[in-house]
């Protein structure tokens, strides 16, 4: 059992930046892929962003070169750097942590607004 909790979003104005924060508690954090996931109004939720326990990095096109995904498996963290945020990236992003033939734990997921 993973219990996942995110932090950082907020309101920020096109061409801004935001890091979330994701808190991982329960065994074996290091075993689990992590990802960032978003889910705009009336869409579907979308993958962001993953990280394999090997560091594998994985992006979405449309955040590719704007957004960093890291972890700290010392900290039991995963985090997403938002940079040149962008209307369209307005939507709640949630934490994801996945582990071959177990099931998907979720976060309940942070608010990221961009506007002026």
């Known amino acids: 059992q993973v219990q996942l909790v995110e932090s950082g979003g907020g309101l920020v104005q096109p061409g801004g930046s935001l890091r979330l924060s994701c808190a991982a508690s329960?065994?074996?954090?290091?075993?689990?892929?992590m990802g960032w996931y978003r889910q705009a109004p009336g869409k579907q939720r979308e993958l962001v962003a993953s990280?394999?326990?090997?560091?594998?990095?994985n992006y979405e096109d449309s955040v590719e070169g704007r957004f960093t995904i890291s972890r700290d498996n010392t900290k039991n963290m995963v985090y997403l750097r938002m940079n040149n945020l962008m209307p369209e990236d307005t939507a709640v992003y949630y934490c994801?942590?996945?582990?071959?033939?177990?099931?998907?734990?979720w976060g309940q997921g942070t608010q990221v607004t961009v506007s002026s």
């Open positions: 990280i394999s326990n090997a560091y594998r990095t």
């Open positions: 994801n942590a996945t582990k071959l033939g177990g099931p998907p734990f």
């Open positions: 329960g065994r074996l954090f290091s075993a689990y892929t």
